[in-house]
């Protein structure tokens, strides 16, 4: 089993940067793919981007590609998301969750943080 935690969120102005952090806790977490996803109010939860094993291979959604980036450190047991030129619209719950296989799938991630809010203000 795999225990997340995440931190960083916060309130940012457009075209800030914030860098979100998930801690994890458990002896497998080198095996499990990585994933961040956001859900805003009255909408669905989406995925953002997710990182293999190694931290060699990445995957985003096309609304955060160029301005998001996702890398893990096993050593240390955490997966973060590096957030640049912020828009209002990216205002959520970002959410870190941990998957057996490589999918960028809600249903396919079986452990999930609390949550952390990020607001962007205009």
């Known amino acids: 089993q795999v225990q997340l935690v995440e931190s960083g969120g916060g309130l940012v102005q457009a075209g800030g940067s914030l860098r979100l952090t998930c801690a994890a806790s458990?002896?497998?977490?080198?095996?499990?793919?990585m994933g961040w996803f956001r859900q805003a109010p009255g909408k669905e939860r989406e995925f953002v981007a997710a990182v293999l094993w190694t931290g060699a291979t990445t995957s985003y959604a096309s609304s955060v590609k160029g301005r998001f980036t996702i890398s893990r450190d096993n050593a240390k047991m955490t997966a973060n998301l590096q957030m640049n030129s912020l828009k209002p619209e990216d205002t959520a719950v970002y959410y870190c969750?941990?998957?057996?296989?490589?999918?960028?799938?809600?249903?396919?991630?079986?452990?999930w943080g609390q949550g952390t809010q990020v607001t962007v203000s205009s």
């Open positions: 969750a941990a998957a057996t296989i490589w999918a960028t799938q809600t249903r396919a991630y079986d452990y």
């Open positions: 458990g002896r497998t977490f080198s095996r499990y793919v």
